[in-house]
């Protein structure tokens, strides 16, 4: 296999996944997965396309992240790892698109408006 790149995005995050063979270290901006990423629920969700692809070859896996918070890090990245198992094997997209994996989650934060105390809510009404 040669290196296979996919980038994911959510909200302001973008993640940019790269795969190549190896013995399975998993890189997160220079640092350990684990300490980047202490949370073992997101975790579970970055490299739930991995297990559900049916993907059983180590491969070291580098991912470069910025934007956004935790969570919409952590779904950035499984976009584009999913969309580099993709490019890798495409035997494992119709898997892979059953579970929503390769669907890029286009809600954002709604931009505040003038007029207003935020995107919707109003300034207090005040009768006299």
């Known amino acids: 296999m040669q290196e296979q790149h996919g980038t994911g995005r959510r909200k302001t995050a973008v993640a940019t996944v790269r795969i190549r063979d190896g013995e399975g270290a998993i890189d997160v901006n220079g640092k350990p997965f684990e300490t980047y990423f202490p949370s073992e629920l997101q975790r579970q969700v970055i490299l739930a396309p991995i297990e559900k692809a049916n993907n059983k070859t180590k491969m070291n896996i580098i991912i470069r992240v910025r934007g956004g918070g935790m969570e919409a890090q952590a779904q950035a990245v499984r976009l584009g790892l999913a969309r580099a198992l993709v490019k890798d094997n495409a035997e494992c997209k119709p898997a892979l698109k ?22 919707r809510k109003r300034f207090q009404f005040s009768k006299r």
């Open 98 to 119: 059953e579970l929503g994996f390769l669907t890029r989650d286009s809600r954002k934060r709604e931009r505040e408006k003038y007029g207003r105390a935020g995107a």
